[in-house]
């Protein structure tokens, strides 16, 4: 069974920086990709960012491109989410999830999801 258990998030001001962390486990397949959505109140769940486990190829919404930069620690299986420049509008829950590479937008496994807060 697929595990996705987060870390980090928080609240900030605006401007700065936080680190999410994503320790994933239990995977039976191949080519897989692991990211975050996230959702705020009142708003649709959005795709953040994804990395793919087979190529490391990487995807990031167009609200954070160039700010936040996704990453992963294949020894640790851990994937991790630098989110820098913060803006209020990044305020949301942030879920790690997964699913086959092409599956992700539509993904079967999620994580928890950490609140992320960033103050004006």
């Known amino acids: 069974e697929v595990q996705l258990v987060e870390s980090g998030g928080g609240l900030v001001q605006a401007g700065g920086s936080l680190r999410l962390s994503c320790a994933a486990s239990g995977f039976t397949f191949d080519d897989y990709a692991i990211g975050w959505f996230r959702q705020a109140p009142g708003k649709e769940r959005e795709g953040v960012s994804c990395?793919?486990?087979?190529?490391?190829?990487?995807y990031y919404a167009d609200s954070v491109k160039g700010r936040f930069t996704i990453s992963s620690d294949n020894a640790k299986n851990t994937v991790y989410l630098q989110m820098n420049s913060l803006k209020p509008e990044d305020t949301a829950v942030y879920y790690c999830?997964?699913?086959?590479?092409?599956?992700?937008?539509?993904?079967?496994?999620w994580g928890q999801g950490t609140q992320v807060t960033v103050s004006s």
């Open positions: 990395i793919s486990s087979s190529d490391g190829s990487t």
């Open positions: 999830a997964a699913d086959h590479k092409y599956s992700w937008f539509l993904p079967n496994y």
